[in-house]
């Protein structure tokens, strides 16, 4: 729907409607660009329509891999999300080139990808034997419609009734061109003090094809543990350069806190107590699954379980189809405290936050039972998912009063390698390698 019509009627009454009236009026305009300018200049994994659920975003290889492909490669990247609204809306999808801090790239569509510019998500099916009725739609791209061409940063966006400024949510994913070669280490941090808390990862990166002419400014290094954005490294330089090999030997600036295994809850059937489930309760609106209270675990000893670091899986035990069988359901999280822990936000994170801190999984404290608290509403599977505690008026969150840190928890990391190529006036993603702790 274009704007042009509203923006002349404004134009219109500036000059005949009474005192007052015009100023409401582009005041309540100026609002609608403010709204819809947030929405379209976003470049991160987020959620718009609160009827929009259950966003999955993963190589087409396996549900557990990140959302990147290689250039050119068998793999597409596979999209599922749902939509809880009563009618059927036309899903609508495009894609923007980024650049390797996340922000839109100068190239056009025309720059990095074949076909049309935007498509029409047709796959789409009504969910089946579930309380909550909604719409399961489903995309895999590259596709015979829109092919994309450069390697890099994108986001996915999914709009409806054609109406592009009516953003449903936004989603990355990456893909790569398989030129540069990563070597890695990951051990206890040589900080003597925090040797049993903190891992540091050591890498060497030959540049192989890659041909930069000065790789200190051309090449850029991120690091992520556990897919997490809020505590990714960037901007990291190397400590030394030999020919095309780049060495990554840092103490500080390549550390990360050990963390602690994702805590988990089995919410597969509504039948039965799984795990970690105090109670199942069916109520008017649903049913109500009652976790067993979580424990601080931020003085205990490290104890291994074999987790999937912060993702989820939907299913279900009881039905066939998981996507379209499975039940929305209200999971209910505790965390007893002995007192508040200050001036500050708990938050519910991992794959079900889409890796943010929302306002959305932040938890309230109950004075009533000394425990933050939150009621989220979930699809049927299985989640991981941990407490982050954010201190007021300080960037960034982490685990020292809820999960603990341990230099033995199993992590697994993400390195991506670009390329801010100075021909091609954009930044290619060249290498990346995703490891685990356990396995160097």
């Not at 134009?11 to 009474?18: D, K, M, N, R, V």
């Not at 990095?112 to 099916?125: A, L, Q, V």
């Not at 209910?332 to 929302?358: C, E, K, R, T």
Request: charged share 25%.
């Amino acid at each position: 729907m274009s704007i042009y019509p509203t923006a002349a009627l404004l134009i219109f009454l500036s000059c005949t409607a009474p005192y007052g009236v015009a100023e409401v009026d582009a005041g309540a305009a100026e609002a609608e660009h403010a709204y819809y300018e947030d929405r379209v200049t976003d470049y991160t994994t987020r959620i718009f329509d609160p009827e929009i659920k259950t966003l999955i975003l993963h190589s087409s290889a396996s549900e557990l891999e990140p959302p990147i492909i290689q250039l050119n490669g068998s793999e597409q990247i596979i999209l599922r999300f749902d939509d809880l609204s009563e009618d059927i809306r036309e899903m609508h999808y495009a894609f923007e080139h980024c650049t390797h801090d996340w922000k839109k790239s100068d190239l056009n569509p025309m720059d990095y990808s074949t076909g049309f510019n935007s498509d029409i998500i047709n796959d789409y099916e009504l969910s089946f034997n579930t309380l909550t009725n909604f719409t399961n739609y489903y995309l895999a791209f590259p596709n015979d419609r829109i092919d994309l061409t450069r390697s890099g940063n994108y986001i996915v966006k999914v709009y409806a009734d054609g109406d592009e400024r009516d953003l449903m949510f936004t989603a990355r994913f990456m893909i790569a061109e398989p030129l540069a070669f990563i070597d890695h280490t990951v051990k206890p941090s040589r900080v003597v003090s925090e040797r049993n808390q903190r891992q540091e990862v050591g890498l060497t990166v030959n540049l192989g094809g890659v041909n930069s002419n000065n790789p200190y400014s051309e090449i850029e290094l991120v690091v992520m543990q556990n897919f997490r954005e809020d505590n990714a490294v960037r901007g990291v330089k190397p400590s030394f350069i030999k020919g095309n090999v780049l060495t990554y030997d840092y103490g500080r600036e390549l550390t990360f806190d050990g963390v602690n295994e994702f805590r988990f809850t089995d919410a597969k059937s509504v039948r039965y107590r799984s795990a970690q489930v105090k109670d199942v309760v069916l109520e008017n609106d649903g049913y109500h699954i009652i976790l067993t209270p979580d424990k601080s675990r931020a003085f205990r000893k490290y104890s291994f379980n074999n987790d999937i670091n912060g993702r989820f899986l939907i299913k279900n035990d009881d039905m066939d189809d998981a996507h379209l069988e499975s039940d929305y359901v209200f999971i209910h999280f505790s965390m007893p405290v002995d007192a508040m822990f200050g001036s500050g936000n708990m938050y519910l994170f991992g794959q079900l936050s889409n890796w943010n801190l929302s306002k959305d999984t932040r938890m309230d404290y109950n004075p009533e039972t000394n425990a933050y608290e939150k009621k989220l509403m979930l699809k049927q599977g299985y989640y991981n998912y941990m407490y982050l505690w954010e201190y007021a008026n300080t960037p960034g969150a982490n685990t020292n009063m809820t999960e603990g840190n341990h230099a033995d928890t199993e992590n697994e990391y993400l390195v991506l390698v670009y390329f801010k190529d100075p021909g091609a006036f954009a930044d290619r993603l060249v290498g990346f390698k995703k490891f685990s702790t356990f396995k160097n």
